[in-house]
């Protein structure tokens, strides 16, 4: 299958593009620079120019296409409503040139903030709110009803690579810059995890199997405390572990107060049933426990 890829030099991205050419696909990579040549290249991924924002780029992207995985966001959470705006329109302008065609089309959502204190799975659906503005999941998934094989994964906290672990990179940088590794309370909220090798299989295995409206949970752990993930952090920088109040958090964690305290369990039950997927990989605390993941 020739597969577009939007993020296919990322780091969730360069694994899936990997996976995907290991087992007889064909990627085309969108770049939009150098160093996502470089690496695609690098890869054996065909190389496609543009960005996000580059809505022809990403229309000839779909249009040559068997199948369309998207990957790519500009991860800056002090513009988030509008890196959500620019993800939504890039959905729809790759959607738009599958319609109809019954291709596969993936999204990527998150696994948080879909339901607080309880274990989110899969058949429960994610509800358009103004404190959430990224709805990739909804736009990608509003194709099912156009005859396109929408499906959406959910991630959760990402790691497998040195320095990277989803929002956690984020707390790393917030500990360096504050001198202290701080949680909220008692540091008991749960946030599930996944390592990104069992990420990049259930990626493909969603492309050749996943059904219409599918959406796919790529977790390997249910719910990680976050006083066991901010003691690797501070051990990892040498910096104190401490914890804050709740209405303490806006100073510390800045544009990702959102995720302070929230608890963000999840499971992948249904989807290791529906996609025979088993994930295989070490887990979150022994992973990112590894000396220097975390170097400066």
Do not use: C
Not at 24 to 31: E, S, T, Y
Not at 168 to 189: D, F, T
Not at 218 to 244: C, F, K, Q, T, Y
């Amino acid at each position: 299958m020739r597969v577009f890829v939007t993020g296919a030099a990322g780091f969730i991205g360069s694994e899936t593009t990997k996976e995907l050419i290991a087992n007889g696909h064909q990627v085309v990579g969108l770049a939009r620079s150098e160093a996502n040549v470089a690496t695609l290249q690098k890869l054996g991924a065909e190389v496609h120019y543009g960005s996000l924002q580059d809505l022809d780029s990403l229309k000839r992207g779909a249009r040559g296409a068997d199948g369309v995985i998207h990957l790519a966001f500009i991860h800056d959470f002090s513009k988030f409503a509008e890196n959500g705006a620019i993800d939504r329109t890039a959905i729809e302008a790759m959607g738009d040139e599958l319609a109809g065609t019954n291709k596969p089309f993936i999204v990527t959502s998150g696994t948080g903030l879909i339901a607080s204190g309880v274990v989110v799975t899969e058949d429960m659906r994610r509800e358009s709110s103004a404190h959430v503005p990224r709805v990739s999941e909804q736009a990608g998934l509003a194709y099912a009803s156009r005859g396109v094989r929408a499906m959406a994964i959910r991630l959760p906290q990402v790691h497998g690579a040195d320095g990277k672990a989803g929002l956690i990179s984020y707390l790393v940088e917030l500990a360096r810059q504050k001198g202290a590794a701080a949680y909220v309370g008692g540091g008991a909220e749960r946030w599930a995890a996944a390592h990104v090798l069992d990420v990049a299989r259930l990626y493909r295995l969603a492309l050749e199997n996943g059904t219409v409206d599918g959406i796919y949970h790529a977790v390997g752990e249910e719910g990680v405390a976050m006083h066991e993930v901010i003691d690797v952090i501070g051990r990892a920088l040498n910096v104190p572990v401490v914890s804050i109040r709740k209405e303490q958090a806006g100073e510390y964690y800045g544009p990702l107060v959102m995720f302070a305290g929230l608890d963000m369990p999840a499971s992948s039950a249904l989807t290791q049933q529906r996609l025979d997927w088993t994930p295989a990989g070490i887990g979150l605390i022994a992973d990112i426990g590894r000396p220097n993941y975390f170097k400066a």
